[in-house]
T-cell receptor
Framework: AQTVTQSQPEMSVQEAETVTLSCTYD???????LFWYKQPPSRQMILVIR??????QNATENRFSVNFQKAAKSFSLKISDSQLGDAAMYFC????????????FGKGITLSVRP | SAVISQKPSRDICQRGTSLTIQCQVD?????MFWYRQQPGQSLTLIAT?????????ESGFVIDKFPISRPNLTFSTLTVSNMSPEDSSIYLC?????????????FGAGSRLTVL
């Protein structure tokens, strides 16, 4: 079974600075999808970024980018120019490409942004 | 308008009662997923609901406790039966592929249940 590990329960960043959130996963599959979701206090789960495992190029979405290291099974999220609105729980998630595959989440990390 | 609408947003329930959560999507979708998020925890998949067939439950979840209906391609319900304080959680509905594209799950805002 696939597992997703987020070993840092909390992190803090100064506004306008850069922060990196770590995630590792375990799988025997060669093709899969990886995601970062954000959950602010409103509890709405919001997709931040996704990465297809077959793509070597790291995904980017404005201030958000990932460092995808397939051999190391590592998938970290970098947030540049941090804003107060970035404060939230961030979940790393894995999904295989098979039919009816489920999304497996890590435990999440609470990010606080200091003004 | 919201892509996924969940009702109720929150509720306080008495031990031993049952509550049904509704999930309405503004577009037809094949697969709908129900997740549970216990306080301070991550999301755990309860079951997958496809229209026209019985829901598929994950290990640790059973139909008697969490019956699910999926009468059409835009609607599903999850019932939490015979509730106990351990059922206090956020329950989230999600769908695949709409509107964020294939293989991406979009979530409703969740239903926060507190069982006294």
């Amino acid at each position: 079974a696939q597992t997703v590990t987020q070993s840092q329960p909390e992190m803090s960043v100064q506004e306008a600075e850069t922060v990196t959130l770590s995630c590792t996963y375990d799988t025997s599959e060669s093709d899969y999808y990886l995601f970062w979701y954000k959950q602010p206090p409103s509890r709405q789960m919001i997709l931040v970024i996704r990465q297809e495992a077959y793509k070597q190029q790291n995904a980017t979405e404005n201030r958000f980018s990932v460092n995808f290291q397939k051999a190391a099974k590592s998938f970290s999220l970098k947030i540049s120019d941090s804003q107060l609105g970035d404060a939230a729980m961030y979940f790393c998630a894995y999904r295989s490409t098979g039919a009816n595959s489920k999304l497996t989440f890590g435990k999440g990390i609470t990010l606080s942004v200091r003004p | 308008s919201a892509v996924i609408s969940q009702k109720p947003s929150r509720d306080i329930c008495q031990r031993g009662t049952s509550l049904t959560i509704q999930c309405q999507v503004d577009s037809q979708v094949t697969m709908m997923f129900w997740y549970r998020q216990q306080p301070g925890q991550s999301l755990t998949l309860i079951a997958t609901a496809n229209q026209g067939s019985e829901a598929t439950y994950e290990s640790g979840f059973v139909i008697d406790k969490f019956p699910i209906s999926r009468p059409n391609l835009t609607f599903s319900t999850l019932t939490v039966s015979n509730m106990s304080p351990e059922d206090s959680s956020i329950y989230l509905c999600s769908v695949e592929g709409h509107p964020s594209g294939a293989n991406v799950l979009t979530f409703g805002a969740g239903s926060r249940l507190t069982v006294l």
